[in-house]
């Protein structure tokens, strides 16, 4: 079958025939999303991207939408499902109760990532303990599933850090609430849509001006906008922040200005992969940390309650935010990925989430 194959820690990747051995009823892959990861791979920049034991390349890709091709468990041929990325170490109790995105030993594996052979490719075949059914009426939004189950389990984990206190507000609700999520690709605008969804005053920021497509997204889930290069918000309480979400994966000299817009017994969330740079912590800074009761988390996969959730939720922003999630999204076939190799190796400009279609 043709895979889109990476041979990491090797930069590049290439279109070909591979044999691959599994167990597992087979699934036809229709589509998979790109996220900024898969960019990393191709581009050699990530040093945990690792080929599965016994072969010399691995397929790429953790996010798929496909259709099952014959029965088992509780699904039918014709059904169409999403694949969860990561698989448990088989050895820790977290793993072992179906949670190996706190896997203890870190001998997980990651589809298309780490010891495991990913989704771009024609046919998987997989377990069905592993899929979650995909309604029909989002099949075009689905593929979001896949990283808004990390950011799902996120909220999660934000949220029971801090149960430590009480941070309703008078209203039982989370309306009082301001969360700045940093970076407008497509984590940072679902991390800022799932938090509006849950009844949080949003900003979110990058380093330069919107596009028109975000203006309009930002506009429509009611999401305000500040241009960080002209400066950060000055620290103070008018304009801090209960939760900062780093989403930007850019360079942790942003975290001292980060860490001085939290407010007391805030958050600061570290969800992507800062890339290069030093984050300078002065002993002002730290201290500051304490006497606010500061929490700083690191924020990593979800699993299938996750993705579960994050289909329930893409059923409701469909209706609730009509457009929104659509508009994020470019298709591209393999064909042109074929052709143009630019598009996977590069995020295109304007590119919010590019889907490949086979
Ligand atoms: P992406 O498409 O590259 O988006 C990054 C965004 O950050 C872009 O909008 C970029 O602007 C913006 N940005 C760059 N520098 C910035 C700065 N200094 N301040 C504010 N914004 C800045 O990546 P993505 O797919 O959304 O992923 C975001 C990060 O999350 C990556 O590091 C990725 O590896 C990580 N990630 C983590 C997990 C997890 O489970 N923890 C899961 C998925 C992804 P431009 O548009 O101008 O480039
Ligand atoms: C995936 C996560 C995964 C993380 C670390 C992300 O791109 O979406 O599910 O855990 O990479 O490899
Ligand atoms: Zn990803
Ligand atoms: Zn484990």
Redesign the pocket.
């Known amino acids: 079958m043709k895979a889109i194959i990476v041979n990491p820690p090797a930069k590049g990747f290439e279109l070909r025939d591979v044999q691959i051995q599994e167990d597992g009823i087979k699934i036809r892959i229709l589509e998979n999303g790109i ?3 898969d ?2 791979i191709v581009n050699g920049q990530l040093s945990t991207a690792a080929a599965p034991s016994g072969y010399n390349f691995m397929a790429l890709g953790h996010e798929a939408i496909g259709e099952v091709m014959e029965d088992g468990g509780n699904f039918r041929r014709g059904d169409i499902i999403m694949p969860i990325n990561r698989r448990g170490c088989g050895k820790c109790l977290n793993c072992l109760i179906g949670r190996p995105d706190f896997c203890e030993t870190g001998e997980f594996v990651e589809a298309g990532i780490k010891g495991m052979h990913g989704f771009m490719r024609e046919y998987i075949r997989d377990s069905p303990e592993f899929l979650v059914s995909v309604p029909s009426d989002i099949r075009d939004i689905a593929i979001m599933a896949q ?1 808004l189950s ?1 950011l799902e ?2 909220l999660e984990e934000i949220l029971s850090v801090q149960g430590r206190l009480y941070w309703k507000c008078r209203d039982g609700t989370y309306g009082c609430r301001h969360a700045l999520v ?9 991390f800022a849509l799932l938090l509006r969804s849950r009844g949080f005053m949003v900003t979110i ?4 001006e919107t ?1 028109p497509r975000e203006t309009r997204i930002f506009q429509e889930a009611g999401i305000s906008f500040f241009n ?2 002209r400066g950060y918000p000055e620290p103070g309480t008018g304009n801090a922040f209960d939760l900062v979400v780093e ?5 942790a000299s ?1 975290l001292p200005s980060l860490l001085s817009l939290l407010k007391n017994n805030a958050v600061l969330g ?6 290069n740079g030093v984050a300078n912590l002065s002993s002002t800074t730290l201290q500051n940390m304490v006497y606010k009761s500061i929490s700083v988390v ?5 699993q299938k309650p996750h993705f579960e959730a994050a289909l329930r939720d893409l059923v409701q922003w469909k209706h609730m935010w009509p457009g929104v999630i659509e508009s994020m999204i470019t298709r591209r076939t393999i064909q042109e990925v074929e052709q143009n190799r630019n598009i996977l190796l590069n ?1 295109q400009p304007d ?3 590019m889907k490949i279609i086979w």
Request: proline share 2%.
């Open positions: 996220c900024g990861t960019r990393e990283p990390d389990k996120s940093v970076g407008t690709g497509a984590i940072g605008i679902l920021s990058n380093r330069r596009t960080s290069s989403a930007s994966g850019s360079d942003i570290l969800f992507g992969f800062l890339r690191g924020l990593i996969n979800g995020k590119e919010i989430k």
